[in-house]
């Protein structure tokens, strides 16, 4: 273990510690469910990072998840023809890479269909339940979150109404801390030619976001209620298609609507932040950003102040701590797909002093910690719960911040468990990735 492992060691504590002298009722605080996240995060930070053979598990994992990916860009190729070739046309975000969500929400809809995701989320949730001692509802929606966006709310719709606010704190936290499956490409793609091991670094990241969430959550708002379901696993009735190909059908008309809708909020922040510092910098007389460029402007040095302190916190090396805070900034304002593109230009430019700053910083991107995501999170589960739409208003920042928080203390895990030998572990399959989706 070398320094900066033992500073993201400490940095873990310090952001505990934070959290609770934020807590709206310190004495409440359920350190066994906080013992038990972290133990559960740093088991699988071991298992991952340091256990006998997690190299080559972690490589296959990776080079898994890249084939699929090729996979995926057969209909692609078909559809857009050369223009799904960045080697002819240069990287389009929309064309290269938002494609992904469609073909793997089909894909989720077909694993849903076959009754496997249902099985491998109730394992999870079982986990969460019996060992954090939480409530059964609250834990089936985190551990869905690992896999799925939004939807998964609406598999525990028929608790929402009796839910305290401490677990509907906690879903929506769960919602924020985590990404759907369905993205998780979208970023394989940026990061695959200067990161080729980023897939397994992603899935890893998704599973350590979870226990994380429900953390922070009950120490940020603590449970003073009595949860209905609480520890005790719930039976949640999802609805199965008739067929397979209707479920494929159904998951990619899924996958449209959350293509849209990424394709809409993309437009509309990042137009609104440019458009903000161009109203700053008028005001300040300062250097104009150049249109279509992000990260210059005054919001994102201001919000890459803000969190430099807190990157230096969970391990990042101080020489690279203002980039990692400017892109933590970034994801806050604009979501995590323009700042894992930043992340990428940034390696690919050479300009991170220590290998192990990437990979924490792409630990703590991995996740809808922003303001679009709070908007959706809060919006969707008050459609399905309308009269919980005041106790959803209520503690929506708080879990934004929870969410955050959590993001950082994934990204201390990993920076804990670091070791260069799993940094850049790169394969053929990824190089075949990067062939036609870079940076």
Not at 161 to 189: D, N
Request: aromatic fraction near 8%.
């Amino acid at each position: 273990m070398d320094i900066y492992n033992l500073v993201s060691l400490v940095g873990l504590v310090v952001l505990l510690g934070g959290a609770w002298a934020l807590s709206t009722a310190r004495r409440q605080v359920c350190w066994r469910t906080v013992a038990w996240g972290i133990g559960i995060q740093l088991a699988v930070g071991a298992l991952v990072f340091r256990a006998p053979g997690s190299k080559v598990a972690f490589e296959r994992v990776n080079d898994a998840v890249v084939r699929v990916i090729d996979a995926a860009k057969a209909g692609q190729a078909l559809l857009f023809g050369p223009l799904a070739d960045p080697q002819k046309t240069g990287f389009v975000l929309a064309l290269q890479a938002l494609p992904l969500i469609v073909f793997f929400a089909a894909f989720m809809g077909l694993l849903y269909y076959w009754r496997i995701m249902p099985a491998v989320i109730r394992g999870f949730a079982w986990v969460f339940t019996r060992l954090m001692r939480i409530s059964g509802a609250e834990s089936f929606c985190a551990a869905s979150n690992i896999f799925v966006g939004i939807e998964s709310t609406t598999a525990v719709r028929p608790y929402l109404a009796a839910m305290t606010r401490s677990e509907l704190c906690t879903i929506l936290t769960a919602g924020m801390a985590t990404v759907a499956s369905s993205t998780m490409a979208v970023y394989v793609c940026f990061l695959g030619e200067s990161f080729p091991s980023i897939a397994g670094h992603l899935v890893s990241a998704s599973l350590l976001s979870a226990p994380a969430a429900i953390v922070m959550a009950k120490i940020l708002l603590p449970e003073t209620a009595q949860p209905l379901t609480l520890g005790r696993s719930i039976r949640v009735e999802i609805e199965r298609e008739s067929n397979a190909i209707e479920a494929v059908i159904n998951g990619a008309m899924a996958g449209v609507r959350l293509l849209v809708g990424v394709m809409a909020l993309l437009i509309a922040f990042l137009g609104l932040i440019a458009l903000a510092e161009l109203a700053l910098a008028a005001a300040t007389g300062t250097e104009i950003p150049a249109p279509g460029t992000l990260g210059g402007g005054l919001i994102s040095k201001l919000l890459g102040y803000v969190f430099y302190p807190l990157a230096v916190v969970i391990g990042v090396p101080p020489a690279d701590a203002e980039t990692a805070g400017r892109l933590f900034g970034l994801r806050l304002v604009a979501t995590e797909i323009p700042a894992y593109q930043q992340l990428a230009a940034a390696m690919g430019a050479g300009q991170f002093h220590h290998p192990r700053s990437p990979v924490i910083i792409a630990y703590v991107l991995c996740g809808f910690a922003h303001v679009a995501s709070l908007a959706i999170f809060v919006g969707g589960t008050a459609a399905l719960v309308p009269e919980r739409r005041k106790d959803l208003s209520a503690v929506a920042l708080r879990a934004l911040l929870a969410a955050t928080l959590a993001c950082l203390i994934t990204g201390a895990v990993a920076g804990v468990f670091y070791h260069e030998s799993l940094t850049i572990a790169a394969s053929q399959p990824a190089a075949a990735v990067t062939a036609t989706c870079p940076r």
